[in-house]
């Protein structure tokens, strides 16, 4: 027997033993979620349903809490097979931003440097992704779960930008973190905006979800915008991929949207949002 893929319109049986292999929840992830947000809410809902306390679940692959898509929620013996699932290419769509930064390269850290953006046209951008196509190494941004000498990069970010109250930000710490070898198969312009364009997920989910995740708003700005299609392997951070762009074209960016469209063949068309994956498990959200 295979992992239960759940679909929409399943009825699951209360005993966990009825799936030997386990199940697999494939989850929307809804904007302002931590990854872990949701694997407390499906893990709550499914140790009630199977009556078992102790069930385990875990996800395959962390997503960040500005993005949305794919998220795996492995059920019972499914979490044997995360570290699997999380080595399976992946795809998004980016909202790349130009002219400026924030410390953590998207929306829930203030902006902390402008640039120009003289170079960055709709011809400009679509030249420049054609070098990031391919095998290239890749450093993480500082806000990320990278070790430095035992210690997470993120904890030396949060302790820089306290310091640098949110202006000033000193990217150098980068320096510190080892570079990686990375993926990109496939790189496309999808669409190209002369000012910030927020995806309709986001706004759609703005104010439904989770208000303890800060978001700025980047609506006033008039700065160019890019929406991306990104194929990458495991380990590739789509905020570094934006910041290199914008270096590449002698400007800053960060992403003003993010949503993963695929894990290996699980598509986000085919995944469930936290109401359905709730009600298949008895509970409303």
Not at 259 to 283: K, P, Q
Request: with cysteine; net charge negative.
């Amino acid at each position: 027997m295979s992992i239960l893929r759940v679909k929409r319109g399943l009825a699951l049986s209360d005993n966990i033993e009825d799936y030997p292999e386990g199940l697999i929840f494939p989850i929307d992830k809804p904007y302002r979620w931590t990854s872990a947000d949701v694997i407390r809410k499906i893990k709550w809902a499914a140790c009630r349903h199977f009556h078992d306390k102790k069930l385990k679940v875990g996800h395959a692959g962390t997503l960040d809490p500005l993005a949305t898509g794919v998220l795996l929620v492995c059920i019972g013996k499914a979490t044997k097979s995360a570290e699997e699932l999380q080595r399976h290419d992946k795809e998004y769509l980016a909202g790349v931003l130009f002219g400026a930064t924030t410390p953590s390269y998207d929306r829930e850290k203030d902006i902390d440097r402008r640039y120009p953006v003289g170079n960055v046209s709709k011809e400009r951008v679509a030249k420049v992704l054609e070098e990031f196509i391919g095998e290239q190494e890749q450093v993480a941004p500082l806000f990320s779960a990278k070790s430095v000498d035992g210690v997470r990069a993120y904890e030396l970010a949060r302790r820089e930008y306290k310091l640098s109250k949110g202006t000033g930000f000193d990217h150098s710490g980068e320096e510190l973190l080892s570079k990686q070898m990375i993926n990109v198969p496939k790189l496309e312009l999808i669409a190209f905006y002369d000012s910030p364009h927020e995806s309709e997920q986001a706004v759609s989910q703005e104010n439904k979800f989770n208000d303890r995740i800060n978001v700025i708003d980047t609506s006033s700005l008039k700065l160019p915008q890019a929406d991306i299609l990104v194929e990458c392997s495991k380990g590739t951070y789509i905020r570094a991929l934006a910041r290199d762009i914008g270096e590449a074209l002698d400007s800053g960016a960060f992403l003003n949207s993010l949503r993963r469209t695929a894990t290996g063949d699980f598509r986000v068309e085919d995944c469930l949002d936290i109401e359905e994956a709730m009600a298949i498990l008895g509970h409303t959200a």
